[in-house]
């Protein structure tokens, strides 16, 4: 059984210095160009404190809230895939020494991270790129270092974004593993503070040295309900059942021709997508053509020149490459991987330029021909 | 390297301001390997020597506005084994391609005190338009990295990697907020190629297209989500009339909000 106990807002503080002190780079979540980001954090100060996103297809917008929740957002554009799964990152050096030539592999040193305010499809996301980057037959290492050094804070969610539908994925609103601790940020009459839940060893441990007090009967309580409310107030749905099928089922839907008539192609989607793990490998030399370097980079099945092979590209059409990302997380995925590739985290139909989202899509997909 | 033979190159200008050639000038930190690697046989900008063509590689500014210039094209291209053409000006007939949606006549009597003197076409037109390019660096400016990566490549004999994708890419790499998605801000990014790091977005602007269309652009959707902004139709034809509006998708989606 859970240990629960219970950090009074004012010793939040205590938390992220007790982190730091342990030598932990402290991730959170900061305000920045009108968003909330995930950065380093020094102190609560930097928190997004009374603050609530409005989210919608293709749009975002950050209001003052009622309350004075540290939590009170849902998720921002960035997702912690950008720590752990890096935009841009150097695998290799390449230097001529007289006939030969040296390899120098790009040599990543850990850092120890403390993820503030991982949301349970955030989690979720994290367990689906394992899969992919270090659970099956091709093991990533700098994904795993990173991985391995991180630990996690979690946030359960009190309330629910305008894109989010985590209840239809079965990955929110309440985290049930994989993470370090997990908070419920709670605000009644019983003042500002958070239910703590530690969920490994080294949460345990954490929780023992911050020497916090029991939980209430009533404070379970209001954790509970606060979660409850965010699971009764999904802005979004998606009906997973048979979704395999169904897609596989309808390559030819005359609904990818009008997805594709409103898709850009910008990729925004697939690069805000928390699961979504493409990159691309560009080769550098300099102009003495005596030094190369490899750099990884972020890639989406949106581009052209993703699905070029010998001879030309595979996806041309706005169409194929809709239907491709669509499928790839609904469906494809699972057969890949065991697991569906979208947590429900609606990123994608926030950050979408022209808001196009995919339980609509999906929605179409199953309900006309 | 101390290669055997020196590639020469040589840059030529047309209707342009100079800003591109002088993003070549710009390379101060790589200008020494570069002239280490090839031989700069003509770049006034620069050095008034000129080595006589041919030439290996002619880097080709600005658009073509006189029909002297028509001319003087085809002769670089004869001196030339690989024309690359720099600038929104050579690559869509920059932002003098205005006069291609107005009747020159009207802008040279307001421009000019001695309008007879002017002898010039009634479009300004791109490079492409006139002769065989071998590649494009788009951009205005374009941009310093692109252009070593294009000279670095062709001294290696590879392609250069100059990807034809959308800005918003560059802009999700660097960690910069969606200004359209945050602020309603409208921004060419999602129809615009890549190029420039996403500058203008992560200084909360939206993107002006200055790299022109990138692959597979879908401007009409773009123009319906600046409907919703409540962009008139005029403001949508401006969005797509800057320095690159002679390329044609960026040519369609204004010419379909006239009036
Ligand atoms: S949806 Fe596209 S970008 Fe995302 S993982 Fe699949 S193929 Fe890659
Ligand atoms: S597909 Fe969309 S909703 Fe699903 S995990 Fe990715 S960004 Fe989130
Ligand atoms: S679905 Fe939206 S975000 Fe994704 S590529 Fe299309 S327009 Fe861009
Ligand atoms: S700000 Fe512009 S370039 Fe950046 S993601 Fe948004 S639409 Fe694309």
């Not at chain 1, 060893?201 to 606060?226: F, N, P, R, Y």
């Not at chain 1, 699971?231 to 990818?256: C, P, Q, V």
């Not at chain 2, 080709?60 to 210039?69: A, K, L």
């Not at chain 2, 993107?207 to 879908?218: A, L, M, Q, W």
Request: proline share 4%; with cysteine.
């Amino acid at each position: 059984m859970a240990v629960n106990k219970i950090l009074p807002r004012d010793d939040f503080q205590r938390l992220i210095s007790f982190l730091r002190t342990d030598g932990y780079q402290v991730i959170g979540p900061t305000l920045r160009q009108g968003a909330v980001v995930y950065e380093e954090i020094q102190s609560t100060s930097d928190l997004p404190e009374g603050w609530i996103d409005l989210q919608d297809g293709g749009s975002y917008r950050l209001e003052r809230s009622e309350t004075s929740a540290f939590f009170g957002y849902v998720v921002g554009p960035q997702s912690w895939k950008q720590f752990l799964c890096p935009p841009q990152r150097k695998l290799l050096t390449a230097e001529q020494t007289g006939k030969s030539f040296n390899v120098i592999v790009y040599d990543e040193k850990p850092i120890k991270r403390a993820f503030v305010g991982v949301r349970p499809c955030e989690i979720a996301a994290m367990a689906v790129q394992d899969k992919v980057l270090m659970e099956g037959p091709f093991v990533d290492p700098s994904y795993r270092l990173a991985r391995q050094n991180a630990i996690i804070i979690a946030v359960n969610c009190a309330r629910a974004g305008g894109t989010c539908f985590c209840v239809s994925m079965g990955t929110g609103p309440k985290a049930s593993s994989g993470f370090d601790i997990a908070l419920t940020e709670l605000i009644d009459q019983h003042g500002h503070r958070f239910l703590v839940e530690a969920g490994s060893e080294i949460g345990i441990g954490m929780v023992t040295k911050l020497a916090l007090g029991d939980a209430s009967e009533s404070d379970i309580e209001a954790g509970e309900k606060a979660i409850a409310n965010a699971s009764a107030n999904m802005g979004r749905t998606l009906d997973t059942s048979g979704i395999k099928e169904l897609l596989y089922t309808n390559f030819d839907h005359g609904r990818w021709n009008d997805a594709a008539s409103r898709c850009l192609s910008c990729a925004n989607c697939t690069m805000v997508c928390p699961t979504c793990f493409c990159a691309t490998v560009d080769e550098a030399t300099d102009l003495s053509g005596k030094c190369a370097e490899r750099w990884r980079k972020w890639d989406s099945c949106f581009t052209v020149g993703f699905s070029y092979i010998h001879g030309g590209s595979i996806r041309t059409s706005g169409m194929s490459r809709y239907r491709q990302w669509m499928t790839h997380k609904l469906a494809y995925w699972q057969d890949q991987f065991g697991t569906s590739g979208c947590v429900g985290c609606g990123r994608c139909i926030t950050w979408c330029p022209v808001g196009i989202d995919i339980t609509e899509e999906a929605r179409a997909i199953r309900h006309t021909r | 390297m101390g290669r055997k033979y020196k590639p020469k190159l040589a840059v030529w200008k047309f209707a342009s301001c100079d800003g591109c050639q002088l993003t070549l000038l710009d390379c101060e930190d790589e200008l020494l390997a570069v002239t280490d690697e090839i031989q700069i046989a003509n770049f006034p900008e620069a050095s008034r020597a000129i080595v006589k063509g041919p030439y290996d590689v002619s880097l080709v500014e600005g658009s073509i506005t006189t029909s002297h210039d028509a001319e003087r094209i085809h002769k670089i291209r004869r001196s030339s084994k690989v024309l690359v053409v720099i600038g929104a000006c050579a690559t869509a007939g920059g932002i003098q391609a205005l006069r291609n949606f107005a009747n020159v006549e009207d802008y040279k009597s307001i421009v000019y005190a001695s309008p007879e003197y002017i002898d010039t076409l009634s479009k300004s037109t791109p490079i492409a338009d006139h002769v065989f390019v071998d590649f494009e660096l788009r951009g205005c400016p374009i941009s310093k990295s692109q252009l070593i990566e294009l000279v670095t490549a062709y001294l290696s004999g590879r392609k250069p990697n100059i990807p034809p994708h959308s800005v918003c890419i560059e802009c999700k790499r660097r960690g910069t907020v969606c200004v359209m998605v945050s602020t309603g801000i409208p921004c060419l990014g999602p129809v615009t190629q890549a190029g420039c790091r996403a500058l203008c977005p992560s200084y909360n602007r939206g993107c002006y297209g200055c790299f022109g269309p990138k692959e597979t652009p879908n401007t009409d959707s773009l123009s319906v989500q600046f409907k919703k902004f409540n962009m008139s139709r005029d403001a949508i034809k401006r969005a797509f009339r800057g320095f690159n509006a002679y390329a044609e998708p960026f040519r369609k989606a204004s010419e379909a909000h006239e009036k």
